[in-house]
């Protein structure tokens, strides 16, 4: 299929937050990431089993405020955190955003330190159905899993609830095929992580 699942990211209204939430979740330690000049945001990163990987995200207050909106709808965040979105990966994110819902915004280029990639970004900065739609990105270069050290995770399930569940597996059949995700329906939307960890099996939202 043209997607591979990426990575997960929880957000909160602070980075502390966001952090704590995942190590509270999972029982393990988090590492620091670094900032995203081009969204004013900063996070800290959890390497996972099969290339994947974690992330923590937060507005930074020490960051230039964005003259767009901040991706992963982080603007509007409120409350407690969460696991608010999914990242998939490909080779070509025109071609893979020709297939996706119109919503899914257009690319961006983008960089931490020295890691560069294209995501595409809606201009209100949300994803389509509600935010259970994933983030579309093309890495150039180097790949950030590669360079985090070992958690013992391993993600079992990822489960997306959703009231219009046939729709959104409509949306995603032409781009991604993970025996991994489950997509069920459900008066709300929500995301639910099942994750092998050191200490059994844990669950992430």
């Known amino acids: 299929m043209m997607l591979e699942l990426d990575h997960l990211a929880v957000s909160a209204p602070t980075l502390e937050q966001a952090r704590a939430h995942v190590e509270t979740a999972l029982g393990v330690s988090m590492q620091p ?101 994933p983030a579309l990105m093309q890495w150039q270069g180097a790949h950030p899993a590669a360079r985090l050290a070992p958690s013992g995770c391993r993600l079992r399930y990822l489960v997306i609830t959703h009231p219009q569940a046939s729709e959104l597996k409509a949306a995603l059949a032409p781009l991604l095929t993970d025996a991994r995700l489950v997509i069920e329906a459900g008066e709300d939307i929500g995301l639910r992580a099942e994750i092998d960890t050191p200490a059994g099996l844990r669950i992430l939202t």
Do not use: K
């Open 33 to 133: 990431g670094g900032q995203h000049a081009h969204f004013g945001t900063h996070n800290h990163l959890l390497g996972m089993e099969d290339g994947l990987y974690l992330e923590a995200i937060a507005i930074d207050p020490s960051a230039e405020p964005p003259r767009v909106s901040r991706w992963f709808d982080l603007d509007r965040i409120t409350g407690a955190a969460r696991l608010g979105t999914w990242i998939c990966r490909c080779d070509d994110l025109e071609a893979a955003l020709a297939l996706a819902p119109q919503e899914a915004g257009a690319p961006v280029d983008l960089a931490r330190g020295d890691l560069r990639w294209r995501m595409a970004v809606a201009a209100d900065g949300r994803m389509p159905f509600g935010g259970a739609f």
